[in-house]
C-alpha cells in the first residue's frame, strides 16, 4: 500500500510541472503554469531598462559590483545573469564612480546607441553621453567630444530616455538635475537626429514636481505610445493612441519614492498629470519603488523597476533590487496591482 501511495504521489508531482521546480514560487497560487516571485534579481540592480534582441532580454543599470553600466541577460523577464560591463572604458572627459540611469535603443540590426549619465569633469556635474556598439551587451564606445546634454546651471542632466514613436521620429527624454542645487526639477523632451547621436530643435518643458506625492523631485522619465495610430510632433494623437510619460517622484533613498505618469499630447507635451497617482508606492516587503521601464511580451505589458528592500533604504547591500509587475489597462488608463509579493504568472 505504502509503494502505491508513494508511486501515486511521484506521478502527481511529475504532472504539476512547475510546481516541482526548485526556482517556481507558487505557494499560494492559483495559476495553473509557472510563476515566479519578486525580487526577479536579488543583486543591487538600479533604474533598469531592458529591450529583447531575438529571444533574449539584455538589462542595463546603475553602476554596481566595479562595472560602469553592468548587463543582465534573461530569457523570460524573470531569471537572470549577470554578463559584464556594456561600458568598460568611459568618455575621456568623463570620470568614474557615477555613472547612472543607462537606456539602450536599437536603431538597426548592427546599431545599438546608448545613453548614459557620467560624471563631467568640466562642469563637475551630471551629464548625458552616448556610446555606440554593434550588439546589445556591447561593448559600446564613447567617442564623443563631449555630452549631449549637460544643463550645468540647471543642476547638470540625468535620467536619458530615447523614444520612437509611430511615425519613426527619435526623442530624446531626461531630467535637469535641480534638486542637486536647490532647483525646480523638470523633465525635458528634444527631437534627436535618425543616428541618435545628436539633437534637433529646441527643448521642451513636460512637468515638474507639482503633487503632494512627488516631494521635491520629478526624475526617470520614459514614454509609452498605446495602440490605435500614433500622430505626429505638435498633433493631437488620435483617439486610441494616448501617450503616457511614466516618471518617478520624490527622495530614491527613502520608502516615500515611487512611481506616476501624465499623460502628453504629443512627445513634446504638453503633458498634464491625471489622477489617480502614484501607480506603485510602497508596500509589504518592497520600498520605494520606481525608475522603471516597460516592455511587452505577446501583447501584454510589464514594469522592470528597482525596490529596496523595507528597512534598507539607500544600503549599497543589497541594494535596490529587481522587481516585475505586469501593466494592465482600463481602456488607455494603465494600472499595476504591486508591488506584488506573491506568486505570479511568468510573462
Known amino acids: ?200 530643435g529646441a527643448p521642451a518643458r513636460l512637468i515638474r514636481q507639482s503633487e503632494p506625492w512627488e516631494g521635491r523631485v520629478v526624475e526617470a522619465p520614459f514614454m509609452w505610445r498605446r495602440p490605435g495610430g500614433t500622430g505626429r510632433a505638435g498633433e493631437t494623437p488620435p483617439a486610441g493612441a494616448r501617450l503616457l510619460l511614466f516618471y518617478a517622484a520624490n527622495a530614491y533613498d527613502t520608502a516615500d519614492y515611487a512611481e506616476g505618469y501624465a499623460v502628453c499630447d504629443a512627445p513634446l507635451g504638453p503633458c498634464r498629470k491625471p489622477p489617480g497617482n502614484p501607480l506603485l508606492a510602497s508596500r509589504g516587503p518592497a520600498s520605494g519603488p520606481g525608475h522603471a521601464s516597460m516592455v511587452e511580451v505577446h501583447g501584454r505589458t510589464w514594469l522592470l523597476y528597482h525596490a529596496w528592500p523595507r528597512g534598507a533604504e539607500g544600503s549599497t547591500s543589497p541594494g535596490r533590487q529587481l522587481w516585475l509587475d505586469e501593466v494592465t489597462w482600463d481602456g488607455d488608463t494603465p494600472q499595476v496591482r504591486g508591488p506584488s509579493a506573491s506568486a505570479r504568472p511568468v510573462p
Open 1 to 200: 500500500m505504502r509503494r502505491a501511495l508513494l508511486a501515486l504521489t511521484l506521478l502527481l508531482s511529475a504532472c504539476s510541472g512547475e510546481a516541482s521546480r526548485p526556482d517556481a514560487t507558487s505557494t499560494g497560487s492559483t495559476y495553473a503554469g509557472p510563476t515566479y516571485t519578486n525580487p526577479v534579481y536579488t543583486g543591487d540592480a538600479p533604474d533598469p531598462q531592458a529591450v529583447r534582441v531575438g529571444s533574449t532580454w539584455y538589462l542595463v543599470h546603475t553602476n554596481a559590483g566595479g562595472r560602469n553600466v553592468p548587463v543582465l541577460t534573461s530569457p523570460d523577464l524573470v531569471h537572470w545573469t549577470a554578463a559584464g560591463d556594456a561600458l568598460p572604458a568611459l568618455p575621456a572627459w568623463a570620470d568614474g564612480g557615477r555613472t547612472w540611469a543607462p537606456e539602450i535603443i536599437e536603431l538597426a540590426p548592427d546599431r545599438y546607441v546608448l545613453y548614459v549619465t557620467v560624471a563631467d569633469r568640466a562642469s563637475g556635474r551630471q551629464c548625458i553621453a552616448t556610446a555606440v556598439a554593434p550588439r546589445p551587451e556591447g561593448p559600446y564606445r564613447a567617442d564623443s567630444p563631449g555630452p549631449l546634454v549637460c544643463q550645468a546651471d540647471e543642476g547638470g542632466s540625468i535620467d536619458a530616455s530615447p523614444f520612437k514613436d509611430g511615425d519613426s521620429q527619435l526623442y530624446l527624454l531626461w531630467k535637469n538635475d535641480g534638486n542637486a542645487t536647490g532647483r525646480d526639477t523638470w523633465l525635458w523632451s528634444q527631437r534627436l537626429a535618425p543616428d541618435g547621436l545628436s539633437l534637433l
